[in-house]
Nanobody
Framework: QVQLVESGGGSVQAGGSLRLSCAASGNFRSINGMNWYREVTGKERELVASSTRAGDSSYGDSAKGRFTISRDNTQNTVYLFMTNLQPDDTGIYYC???????????????WGRGIPVAVSS
């Protein structure tokens, strides 16, 4: 099993910044993808940013140019640095980690409980 502890959300005014963190712990052999999703009002859960263990990253359209994903593989932690936040970014942000328990196991998705982010105009 993998436990995810998310932190760093909160309230900020438009134009402000926040950094989210997600630390994975528990019984697992390795982690591959570490990703951030969000649920904003009126929309389905969407991918914000993703990163691979090799260091590749990609972003959803809403995040491009404003958000940066990074990770520390030694600490099994992924970060999302968000700048120029706007009211449309208000929602719940979820950490998703792809981990496997044994070398021969497939990767399984584990989800955090979600962090609220509120951006006021």
């Amino acid at each position: 099993q993998v436990q995810l502890v998310e932190s760093g959300g909160g309230s900020v005014q438009a134009g402000g910044s926040l950094r989210l963190s997600c630390a994975a712990s528990g019984n697992f052999r390795s982690i591959n993808g570490m990703n951030w999703y969000r649920e904003v009002t009126g929309k389905e859960r969407e991918l914000v940013a993703s990163s691979t263990r090799a260091g590749d990253s990609s972003y959803g359209d809403s995040a491009k140019g404003r958000f940066t994903i990074s990770r520390d593989n030694t600490q099994n932690t992924v970060y999302l640095f968000m700048t120029n936040l706007q009211p449309d970014d208000t929602g719940i942000y979820y950490c998703d980690v792809e981990a496997k328990q044994y070398s021969y196991s497939p990767y399984t998705d584990y989800w955090g409980r979600g962090i609220p982010v509120a951006v006021s105009s």
